[in-house]
């Protein structure tokens, strides 16, 4: 996990006093599940030229002290998810796949040449919800059922960020997609099918397209719309 690795070791020059990665290299000896985890993000940072990569860990670092209740470094495994947009974009077959410097102004995270246009693409996470935490934390039993179908808050905050990027996006060109991490509260997946069917029907109404929907950052499920 050699980027990873590099990261890690960057983040504890940092935050010397921060806890969170303390005794990394133990606990993923320890733990199977958090190795893979880990091995899932430096995967994808193996694919980013330098440049692309040594933007991508500056950012990161930027916001590790950035949290949100219920759920730590959110914000610094978020910025690590855009090595994922720019793994796809490769793959995609696309030529000058490049982060961009992040500036006062809001703009997207990556440019890339698409059949010679200059094409930009935003990246956005859209986690669990502020009820599967507070479910996750409470220690009790509760109904499966509430798994059953999308929200209307997690629809109502997917479109939102959609139409952000799109603004980004913007900013800079007419051209692009936007690349979407998701990661659901039913955390095993029992109801992607029916998730999958909601989450195009629901981009199709609203006007949706040149859009990815990545299902979680390990795996290879997604959605191209």
Request: hydrophobic share 30%; charged share 35%.
């Amino acid at each position: 996990m050699k980027r990873f690795r590099e990261l890690v070791a960057k983040v504890q020059d940092r935050f010397p006093d921060d806890d969170f990665f303390a005794d990394f290299e133990k606990s993923c000896q320890l733990e199977p599940f958090k190795k893979k985890h880990y091995r899932s993000y430096n995967d994808a940072l193996m694919a980013l030229d330098n440049e692309s990569w040594n933007i991508l860990r500056e950012k990161a670092i930027e916001h590790f002290k950035d949290e949100r209740d219920g759920q730590r470094k959110q914000s610094f495994f978020n910025q690590l998810n855009e090595s994922f947009a720019y793994r796809h974009l490769l793959h995609r077959g696309f030529e000058n796949v490049r982060f961009i410097k992040e500036g006062k102004k809001k703009s997207p995270d990556i440019s890339y040449i698409d059949r010679g246009t200059e094409s930009y693409c935003e990246v956005k996470t859209v986690g669990v919800s502020d009820d599967e935490i507070n479910r996750r934390s409470s220690h009790r039993a509760y109904d499966g059922g509430v798994y059953f179908n999308l929200s209307t808050g997690f629809q109502n905050k997917l479109g939102a960020d959609i139409n952000r990027a799109w603004e980004q996006i913007h900013s800079l060109g007419e051209n692009g997609l936007v690349f979407i991490l998701v990661r659901f509260d039913d955390m095993v997946l029992d109801h992607y099918g029916r998730y999958r069917k909601q989450l195009t029907e629901f981009c199709r109404k609203r006007g949706f397209e040149n859009l990815i929907i990545k299902i979680g950052h390990r795996g290879n499920k997604r959605i191209r719309i």
